[in-house]
């Protein structure tokens, strides 16, 4: 049996999770590679008391990795954009294959890399970059090979739906969540990225890229995250047979395509409504298999780890092979990724949930009837709870059918500017992921 060589770059959550999955499992993984696969080197810049390295050549130097001769496969597990960008050109430039995790690096430099290995006959493979342990990449790229992809909604960031539902099952703060998140290793190291959607912004441009062969860039993705999210309106939206989740949404229109993240009311009969925790679920919604769901763990140790072997075996069974036959990165070559016009978030059609607190009096709702209708836009329900008669204010809630959003950004302008309503109006866009 032929032995390859891998490095590993990062002994974090994910880098100690892949050295002891290729450890704990090396009876099963060889045969699946057909060849041996030797842990050459480790860089790291401090040890992880979670994996054991005793018997390995450890490297306070990443770059060691990536420049030394011996090495087939550099694994880059540091995470960032700038070193990891440099270490992954350095590696390819040396001649190595790439394994990586890394979402943001691909979302950002993806064309650069996969050009540079491209031109050079080598391969980048980056399962983990998205949704975890559940094989998303593949599923999509190959999978779903003979389909051409309408749209797709994932929930793609845990640490957000673990948030989320913990908040809403137990009434969990939210500063108390995202710490044990933080503890369980789910979140980035700047939990920013996890929390104001930055992170499922990147995995959605990775996904819409496979889907679309559009190129990889995160410049013109609407994101939002959950930190404005108020509990009443995940409470009126139980009520109103909705459950709301962090959704990344690319579709396409004869418009465009369009590329959004932000916390959205989906039916709770819709299957997405009910991935909880840390779990991600992406539907993906195409002309030929029609619409389907791929759902499993999005973050932790050990699911990423089984995404990043799963590269591992790829591209040590194809090393050795004609670089034709590889499946591109993309899923075409880069020169067949083409851009198009990417839609304005006021360009998108959906429909709304909309919340205000207007003064409890006749014809004030008339009113904000009549702007809405004004705008062409039309009521799917509206609830107004009867309020202690010392209120002088009630919460009204509106679900809209599907309208431009520009329109109702204008209806919402004119509601907040009525005496009679208090403070700015909340919506939250709502999809039914029917068709
Ligand atoms: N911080 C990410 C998440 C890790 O919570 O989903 C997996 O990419």
Redesign the pocket.
Known sequence: MKSVHIGICGLGTVGSGTLNLLQRNAQLINPRANCEIIVSQVGARRDNPNCDTSSLQVSRDIFDVAKNPEIDIVVELIGGTTVARDLVMTALENGKHVVT?N?ALIAEHGMEIFATAEQRNLMVAYEA????GIPIIKGLREGLAGNRVNWLAGI?????N?ILSEMDSKGREFADVLSE?QQKG???ADPT??VEGI?AAH?LVILASLAFAIPLDTQPVFTDGITQLHPQDVAYARELGYAVKHLGIARRTDEGVELRVHPTLVPQSCLIAEVDG?L?GVMVSADAVGTTMFYGP??GAAP?ASSVVADIIDVARAMHSDPQSWVPALGVPTAAIKPCRILDIQEIETSFYMRFSALDKPGVLSNITRIMADASISIEAIIQREQPATEEYVNVIILTSVTRESALDAAVERIEALDTVRDSVTFIRVEHLDQ
């Open positions: 995790a979402k970059a998205v949704a975890g793609i960031n845990g640490t957000t673990f998140a789910y979140a980035e990225f996890d992170d995995k840390v991600n999005g973050a990423t």
